[in-house]
């Protein structure tokens, strides 16, 4: 792994346009490394939003679908950073992203939330070009996504779903009773049906009930 120093005018918190412009940049530093190898960055944010760091992630632990969520996350929590995005190049020119990098994305979101740091864009740039999930709005699509999600996490999370119904069913039914009194109260006063019906939306049986 590789920490790119950051210049005092970089620290500031750029636009995605902006950070397409300092990643190129030292991606043209990169390929004068060596050219037509794919590179992957952490950028990683302060509270503030301002730079902290780019990260250079070894490529070999960057292998398919099989990355270690660490090598992407250790620098990160080293530094404290609570937000950071995800950048690598395309060298074939075509930004778009794969399946297999969606898939990546989606992981490291889920693992984000776990050691409560936000990743708030991978962004796939080449010398003229970038594409960014969230712009696209993948961002917000893959956060839905529970593939990656851990046991413990999907068992919270339907746990408040059912605590939600439970809460909402009690809501529905207090409201039921509500009305029923309310029409009771009209039926003793001697108020038309329809006009009773109508006010409570309750149906027909129910009214006969009271």
Request: no cysteine; glycine share 6%.
């Amino acid at each position: 792994m590789n920490a790119e120093p950051i210049r005092e005018e970089q620290r500031q918190w750029l636009n995605t346009a902006g950070i397409h412009d300092i990643m190129s940049e030292i991606l043209h530093w990169q390929e004068e490394i060596e050219k037509g190898l794919e590179y992957f960055w952490v950028v990683g944010l302060d509270n503030e939003d301002s730079l902290l760091f780019i990260e250079l992630i070894d490529p070999e632990s960057l292998e398919g679908e099989t990355a270690d969520p660490m090598d992407i996350f250790s620098f990160a929590l080293q530094k404290k950073a609570k937000k950071i995005l995800l950048v690598h190049n395309h060298p074939s020119g075509d930004p778009a992203p794969t399946e297999a990098e969606k898939d990546l994305t989606d992981h490291m979101i889920q693992v984000g939330k776990i050691v409560d740091t936000e990743v708030l864009d991978h962004l796939i740039i080449t010398p003229k070009a970038y594409f960014s999930f969230a712009e696209k709005g993948l961002m917000d699509e893959l956060a839905e996504s529970t593939k990656w999600e851990p046991p413990y996490k999907t068992a919270e999370r339907l746990r408040r779903q059912a605590e939600e119904i439970g809460r909402e069913r009690g809501r529905r039914e207090g409201e039921r009773e509500g009305r029923r009194q309310i029409a009771a109260e009209l039926k003793k006063r001697g108020v038309e049906r329809a006009t009773i019906l109508e006010t409570t939306g309750l149906s027909e049986e129910e009214l006969d009930e009271l």
